[in-house]
Each structure stands twice: as structure tokens, then as C-alpha cells.
């Protein structure tokens, strides 16, 4: 199958998939804005995660610590159960002690919202300069509560950005964010990230992708290939 990638720039094939995620998924509307620790937290709980259960952990632990003074110091088993819907429960809790732990070491309290008065790259490397934070979590908290232009690269933004030839051969998640970052115009990187991410919950799904009712097949290099080994 011949698809139109080719006949379009590498900008020219990016507004045209934005154009047609949102006519196929709707308006691609950011989630609400929430404090920038409280998104930092969030992410952490929401890797390798659903967001209903992602949330339902967040909810809970809040519930039962409600102070991020409390959540720091709280018993870690107890931490631990408190966030167990999101999954990870092992891994996470620890993670989000020594977040919490860190930032109040260098800012004497836990709060984040001296970041709404800075730039980005001064809120990016404060970020990934805490225990196991990486880009996507810092872009994150700059999109989704600073609502700066970051495109955060999750396991769906990297599927389907990588079938569909947005990304170099071979790039890795971290490298992901910065060819994105050098594709993607400023005012589409929000919600270009969120029609990826729906794209590849409905339709570009990790085993086998529904490219016979996909709107992006034409343009999308991968689809031929998995069309063939449907037939």
C-alpha cells in the first residue's frame, strides 16, 4: 500500500495528524490544571498504570495523609497500601518519599510553585535532578500544570509516534522527547500528546494496531506492513 507520507514535510505531516485526531477523537483538551507537586506526585503514580486507578491511588493516599508533610513521613507500609490501586505499590512508594524528602531538603517545605515564576529549562533541570525523575515526568508537570509547551512521551506517544515516522530509527524515549520537541510547533505539543495518547488506547494499540479503520493509514508509514500481515 502507497501511503502520502512521503509527499508531505515532516510539519506538513504533523498538522495534518493533529488535524485528523481531533476530527477522529474530539477536542484534544488537556486534563485540569493541578499544583505542581501534586503533578509531580500524579505521574509518579501513573506509570505503567490506567488513569482511573492511577487516580483512585492518588485519592486514596490523600485521604489518608492529607499533608505532603504527612505522605513524606508516613510510615512506608502504610504508604505503600494507600496508593496500592495504582500498582507498583513497592516501587512507588519509596519513589515518591525520596521526591518529597529531596525537595524539602533543598527548598525547606514541600512547594513547587516558585516554578510558575521561572522558565522552563530552570523547571526541567530541577526536575530530572530529582531521585528517579525523567523527562516525561518533568515535561508533565510543565504541560499539564504550568501549561507551557512540552510534549511529555509516554509508552502510547512513543508506540505511535514511532509508526507513524516521527522519530528517528532506534530513538529512545529520552531522545523521543527532543525530536518531538524540534518537530512539533510550541502551540501543538499539548494536545498533539494528547491525541497520541488516545490514538494509541483506541486504535494503535501495542500488539496488533487497527490499521484497517485507522484515520492516519494513508500517511502513516507502518500501515502497509501491518495490513499485510493481517491479510
Known amino acids: 500500500m502507497s501511503t502520502g507520507a512521503e509527499a508531505m514535510t515532516d510539519v506538513g505531516r504533523v498538522r495534518e495528524i493533529h488535524r485528523r485526531l481531533r476530527r477522529a477523537h474530539g477536542p484534544l483538551d488537556p486534563p485540569r ?6 503533578e509531580l506526585v500524579l505521574t509518579i503514580l501513573s506509570q505503567n498504570t490506567s488513569d482511573v486507578n492511577r487516580d483512585r491511588a492518588f485519592e ?5 495523609f492529607p499533608t505532603w508533610e504527612e505522605v513524606a513521613d508516613a510510615p512506608i507500609g502504610e504508604l505503600r497500601d494507600a496508593i496500592r ?8 512508594a ?8 529531596e525537595i524539602r531538603a533543598r527548598e525547606g517545605r514541600l512547594d513547587l510553585t516558585w ?3 521561572v522558565g522552563d529549562e530552570e523547571v526541567e533541570e530541577y526536575l530530572v535532578s530529582l531521585p528517579g525523575v525523567g523527562p516525561k515526568t ?8 504550568l501549561g507551557r509547551p512540552a510534549l511529555p512521551v509516554d509508552t502510547h506517544v512513543y508506540r505511535v509516534a514511532g509508526r507513524l515516522g516521527l522519530l528517528p530509527v532506534g530513538s529512545t524515549p529520552g531522545r523521543a522527547h527532543q525530536a518531538l520537541k524540534s518537530l512539533v510547533a510550541p502551540a501543538m505539543r499539548i494536545p498533539l500528546h494528547v491525541g ?15 490499521c484497517d479503520i485507522c484515520p492516519l493509514a494513508d500517511i502513516c508509514p507502518s500501515a502497509s506492513r501491518f495490513l499485510e500481515q493481517g491479510a
Open 33 to 38: 490544571k493541578r499544583d505542581p507537586l501534586e
Open 60 to 64: 486514596a493516599m490523600r485521604r489518608q
Open 85 to 92: 490501586p495504582g500498582g507498583l505499590a513497592n516501587t512507588k
Open 94 to 101: 519509596p519513589r515518591i518519599q525520596q521526591v518529597l524528602r
Open 115 to 117: 516554578m510558575r515564576r
Open 138 to 145: 518533568a515535561a508533565c508537570v510543565l504541560a499539564f500544570s
Open 196 to 210: 497520541l495518547i488516545r490514538h494509541g488506547r483506541a486504535i494503535c494499540k501495542a500488539g496488533v494496531p487497527r
